[in-house]
């Protein structure tokens, strides 16, 4: 079942990431980092367990607006799953309770970016109500 991450979750959360970016550095302090994104509030890091294990998580970024009669917007980012957790349904779940989340902050519309050739996890996203052909996601990085 998805949930908010808690704080005794850092580890876990921390293996799902080093499973999606295994060159990222090492935190010098995670569990300060860990502890600003728990206690802020457009911020909810949604995990789902397995075998007493987190197993996927996703992150619910919600943006305030002026636009769109002043509905704030959301951000979906990091959507990982274990490889071992794989093709059950976790990371589906997790999606669709950050959606919940999303919808009941009045958000109006959730985005989400892929990379372009991620054609399963396209259709994973497109199962939960995303569409590739609404708007187009551009990104800028240093």
């Known amino acids: 079942m998805a ?3 808690r704080a005794a979750d ?5 293996a799902l ?3 999606l970016r295994p060159r990222d550095p090492p935190l010098r302090d995670a569990k ?5 994104i728990l206690d802020d509030a457009s911020l909810s890091l949604v995990v ?8 996927a998580t996703c992150l619910l970024a919600v943006v305030q607006n002026l636009a ?13 799953t274990l490889p071992a957790f794989r093709r059950q349904g976790l990371a589906r ?11 009941a ?35 800028a990085k240093p």
Do not use: N, T
Not at 10 to 14: F, I, P, Q, T
Not at 93 to 103: D, G, P, V
């Open 105 to 139: 902050k009045g958000c109006y519309k959730v985005m989400l970016l892929s990379g372009a050739g991620r054609e399963a996890a396209h259709r994973l996203y497109e199962s939960v109500g995303f569409r590739g052909d609404v708007e187009r996601g551009f990104v």
């Open 3 to 5: 949930r908010l991450a």
């Open 10 to 14: 850092l580890d876990g959360v921390l």
């Open 17 to 19: 990431y080093r499973e």
């Open 93 to 103: 779940e997790a999606l669709q309770h950050a959606l919940e989340l999303a919808w």
């Open 48 to 55: 789902c367990e397995r075998d007493r294990s987190l197993a």
């Open 32 to 36: 300060a980092a860990f502890a600003r």
């Open 68 to 80: 769109s009669g002043g509905r704030p917007f959301g951000v979906i980012e990091h959507v990982v």
